[in-house]
């Protein structure tokens, strides 16, 4: 304990500016231990995992910073709905920590649903088992089924692995997709930790990929080259900032991302590449009941080390359009076409969205959005070759889930065999 005084003495003024000197007195108070520390509460949970996370012992000097630091952190293991630090005895010269917690579900499980113009109705099931084998362990399975796709994922997740700030997670998924010029599928496995990055106030991931690419009932103007599949082994990295008010409506903050892949035979794979992705969008109000929202994002997948580009797989390209990109067009509808308009992957794109949101009630909003593309099918003509534009009006009506998004998109100049525009209907955000 520590009591502290202060004083303070004016001097006279000199030209206009009054000087304070103030002193502070410091009284040592008398030095108190830390005895014991206690958890109150438990039932499933194993006190040694949670010791671990703890950076102060018995027999310590009290240190309540060290000691709100571990009840944050303890939090942060997300098996608790209740946490709470106190002293026993509140005064003395040795007091016991005393955390009393309240623990959480142990399984969770949640209907899914949602719609999107390309893959119309989607519905599926997660299920979630919160504090496995009392370790403060999850596992996650999701199941989703739309008109075009099945997919599938299974994610185990160890939080403060070996009892520092890193979460350890492990993944096993599936998709099949029906794309507009092919079937797309692909399987694998991932392992991954993910880093605070606290002097960012970001979060890092990093982590080791081996999926199966595989493309069928392809009617791409380069399926006479393309590889029909292939193993892809990567290291993947990916950098996330985001101070969004709200990730599913956000009205004020932004969002800044990299995703980098790099894929090679010496990691275990058949093919090599490297797919770089980032971007960033910004919300801020504009007035009452209105705001601003813009978007920007870039894509680009080379081949550095590959004999030939042909090697290439057709799941690695880009493919923009839909409802979360430019929005004149359906999903994978605004990538490159030949003469003949039969469509092209993009090795490379830029993208830019902007939009302007007027609430009308607590639920409704209307929108006038502007998006713009550009794409490149050979990396010759990075950035971008080609350019797309298109202007619209929209509908949104907020959900807990999101927005339900009713939107028109007219291309500004669209290619032969493009539409004219698009009419959008779709859950969430667009970016």
Same mark, same amino acid.
């Given at each position: 304990?520590?009591?502290?005084?202060?004083?303070?003495?004016?001097?006279?003024?000199?030209?206009?500016?009054?000087?304070?000197?103030?002193?502070?007195?410091?009284?040592?108070?008398?030095?108190?231990?830390?005895?014991?520390?206690?958890?109150?509460?438990?039932?499933?949970?194993?006190?040694?995992?949670?010791?671990?996370?703890?950076?102060?012992?018995?027999?310590?000097?009290?240190?309540?910073?060290?000691?709100?630091?571990?009840?944050?952190?303890?939090?942060?293991?997300?098996?608790?709905?209740?946490?709470?630090?106190?002293?026993?005895?509140?005064?003395?010269? *040795? +007091? =016991?920590?005393?955390?009393?917690?309240?623990? %959480?579900?142990?399984?969770? #499980? @949640? !209907?899914?649903?949602?719609?999107? &113009?390309?893959?119309?109705?989607?519905?599926?099931?997660?299920?979630?088992?919160?504090?496995?084998?009392?370790?403060?362990?999850?596992?996650?399975?999701?199941?989703?089924?739309?008109?075009?796709?099945?997919?599938?994922?299974?994610?185990?997740?160890?939080?403060?692995?070996?009892?520092?700030?890193?979460?350890?997670?492990?993944?096993?998924?599936?998709?099949?997709?029906?794309?507009?010029?092919?079937?797309?599928?692909?399987?694998?496995?991932?392992?991954?930790?993910?880093?605070?990055?606290?002097?960012?106030?970001?979060?890092?991931?990093?982590?080791?990929?081996?999926?199966?690419?595989?493309?069928?009932?392809?009617?791409?103007?380069?399926?006479?080259?393309?590889?029909?599949?292939?193993?892809?082994?990567?290291?993947?990295?990916?950098?996330?900032?985001? *101070? +969004? =008010?709200?990730?599913?409506?956000?009205?004020? %903050?932004?969002?800044?991302? #990299? @995703? !980098?892949?790099?894929?090679?035979? &010496?990691?275990?794979?058949?093919?090599?590449?490297?797919?770089?992705?980032?971007?960033?969008?910004?919300?801020?109000?504009?007035?009452?009941?209105?705001?601003?929202?813009?978007?920007?994002?870039?894509?680009?997948?080379?081949?550095?080390?590959?004999?030939?580009?042909?090697?290439?797989?057709?799941?690695?390209?880009?493919?923009?359009?839909?409802?979360?990109?430019?929005?004149?067009?359906?999903?994978?509808?605004?990538?490159?076409?030949?003469?003949?308009?039969?469509?092209?992957?993009?090795?490379?794109?830029?993208?830019?969205?902007?939009?302007?949101?007027?609430?009308?009630?607590?639920?409704?909003?209307?929108?006038?959005?502007?998006?713009?593309?550009?794409?490149?099918?050979?990396?010759?003509?990075?950035?971008?070759?080609?350019?797309?534009?298109?202007?619209?009006?929209?509908?949104?009506?907020?959900?807990?889930? %999101?927005?339900?998004?009713?939107?028109?998109?007219?291309?500004?100049?669209?290619?032969?065999?493009?539409?004219?525009?698009?009419?959008?209907?779709?859950?969430?955000?667009?970016?």
């Amino acid at each position: 304990d520590v009591q502290a005084a202060l004083t303070a003495e004016a001097a006279a003024p000199a030209g206009g500016v009054r000087e304070v000197t103030v002193t502070a007195r410091v009284t040592p108070g008398p030095a108190v231990r830390l005895g014991r520390i206690r958890f109150v509460g438990l039932e499933h949970t194993r006190e040694a995992v949670l010791r671990r996370l703890l950076r102060t012992r018995p027999g310590d000097a009290l240190n309540p910073i060290a000691l709100d630091d571990g009840e944050s952190r303890l939090a942060r293991l997300g098996i608790f709905s209740g946490l709470a630090l106190r002293y026993d005895p509140p005064a003395g010269a *040795t +007091r =016991d920590a005393v955390y009393d917690v309240t623990e %959480g579900r142990r399984v969770e #499980v @949640d !209907l899914l649903g949602g719609y999107g &113009s390309y893959d119309q109705f989607r519905g599926g099931i997660e299920w979630r088992h919160y504090n496995l084998w009392g370790r403060a362990q999850t596992d996650d399975l999701k199941l989703i089924q739309s008109v075009k796709s099945s997919q599938i994922n299974y994610t185990y997740t160890v939080p403060e692995l070996f009892g520092t700030a890193v979460d350890g997670s492990a993944q096993v998924f599936g998709l099949r997709r029906q794309e507009l010029a092919f079937v797309r599928t692909e399987y694998g496995a991932n392992a991954a930790l993910l880093w605070p990055v606290r002097w960012l106030g970001a979060s890092l991931s990093t982590g080791y990929t081996f999926r199966r690419l595989r493309s069928t009932s392809n009617e791409l103007a380069t399926r006479l080259t393309d590889q029909s599949q292939a193993n892809a082994a990567s290291v993947d990295l990916a950098l996330v900032r985001d *101070t +969004r =008010d709200n990730p599913l409506l956000p009205h004020r %903050g932004y969002k800044l991302f #990299v @995703d !980098l892949t790099e894929a090679s035979r &010496s990691l275990g794979g058949q093919v090599d590449y490297q797919r770089l992705m980032l971007g960033a969008s910004f919300h801020w109000p504009w007035g009452h009941g209105r705001w601003v929202h813009a978007g920007v994002s870039h894509g680009v997948v080379t081949t550095w080390g590959a004999p030939n580009d042909s090697q290439l797989p057709v799941n690695v390209r880009f493919f923009p359009g839909g409802e979360d990109s430019i929005r004149g067009y359906r999903s994978g509808e605004a990538a490159p076409r030949d003469a003949t308009g039969q469509f092209i992957g993009a090795k490379a794109f830029a993208q830019l969205n902007l939009e302007l949101e007027q609430a009308m009630t607590p639920k409704w909003s209307v929108v006038i959005f502007g998006d713009a593309l550009g794409t490149a099918a050979r990396l010759a003509d990075y950035p971008f070759s080609e350019r797309l534009y298109a202007a619209g009006l929209g509908l949104r009506y907020r959900t807990l889930i %999101g927005p339900v998004r009713l939107e028109y998109g007219r291309n500004l100049n669209p290619r032969p065999f493009d539409p004219s525009g698009r009419l959008l209907l779709s859950v969430g955000i667009p970016f």
